[in-house]
């Protein structure tokens, strides 16, 4: 009696085991082709992430990270570790050149511009514009004081985003023609916007590069930029949709071909009207005015 009473006993417990197995074995699959991966500019991340938020709802699982800013987003694309780069700066030659196989295809979901903005004591003390020229001095060492360009009598402290993001390039690109051309420095660096406004509202004397969208005018505040006919022009957003303002740049979400799947849900989203009001949100431009020079 106990062999047959336990006979179905141990046929149940592998039958269980058998499940459990499955079962461990099947959801990590599941989980990892549920959850999109997505990594790069910090510009990008907030509008990105709280799309995430919103399709979480509808049963899309989408991982947001900005580490690595808008060049290693792309890198971490053209390695496949992720599924969609994030980047506030166009795909340049030298990422095709690094990774031939990758079809790089890039879907402008917003605009922005590249502001330089400086501490109250200095906006206060009377900066309220820069040459490119004037720039090019800070960013080489030869301007070292505020003083030497009708400021206060005080040091310049430049905080330099780090090469690679995409806020950086733009501005290099800018001030040299081409970020290539751009001196080696050494200055303090920054990473993401909030480090950088943080930074900069909390040490007298100091400027950086920031997106003009976390420009508040109340703990920084953004430079006007003087080009040849000597013109002050600020980063306001009709400068930027009219092409007024020099440093301007599309946010981009770059896929390995063309998007589909969950991507291709995540871009649907963003240019859809939900998507675009997000981008709106967070002091973006839509898309449907874009500055035509930074479309590419």
């Not at 001095?137 to 310049?156: A, N, V």
Request: with cysteine; aromatic share 6%; proline share 5%.
């Amino acid at each position: 009696m106990a062999g047959r009473s336990g006979h179905p006993s141990t046929l149940a417990q592998a039958y269980a085991l058998t499940c459990a197995l499955a079962c461990a074995l099947a959801t990590p699959w599941v989980s990892a082709a549920a959850a999109l991966k997505v990594n790069g500019s910090s510009t990008v991340t907030p509008v990105v992430t709280e799309a995430a938020e919103q399709l979480q709802g509808q049963g899309l699982s989408i991982q947001v990270d900005p580490a690595g800013g808008s060049s290693g987003g792309i890198s971490a694309l053209g390695d496949g570790r992720i599924d969609v780069a994030m980047s506030s700066r166009p795909l340049k030659a030298s990422d095709h050149e690094r990774f031939p196989g990758t079809d790089f295809r890039s879907v402008a979901i917003g605009y922005d511009a590249v502001a330089l903005v400086v501490s109250r004591d200095v906006w206060e003390g009377g900066v309220r514009q820069l040459s490119r020229e004037q720039l090019q001095g800070i960013y080489e060492g030869r301007i070292r004081r505020w003083s030497e360009l009708g400021g206060p009598d005080r040091r310049i402290v430049f905080f330099n985003k780090e090469p690679g993001r995409g806020t950086w390039s733009m501005f290099a690109g800018w001030l040299y023609g081409d970020a290539d051309k751009a001196p080696l420095v050494s200055f303090p660096e920054v990473g993401s916007n909030q480090e950088t406004r943080s930074k900069v509202a909390s040490t007298r004397g100091a400027i950086s590069q920031l997106s003009a969208a976390w420009a508040d005018g109340e703990t920084v505040f953004a430079l006007g930029l003087v080009e040849g006919d000597g013109e002050a022009i600020a980063p306001t957003s009709e400068n930027v949709t009219t092409d007024r303002y020099p440093i301007r740049r599309p946010l981009l979400l770059i896929t390995n071909g063309a998007p589909d799947g969950a991507a291709s849900t995540l871009v649907d989203f963003l240019l859809g009207t939900q998507g675009q009001s997000l981008v709106e949100k967070h002091g973006y431009l839509k898309v449907a005015a874009p500055p035509t020079a930074a479309a590419h």
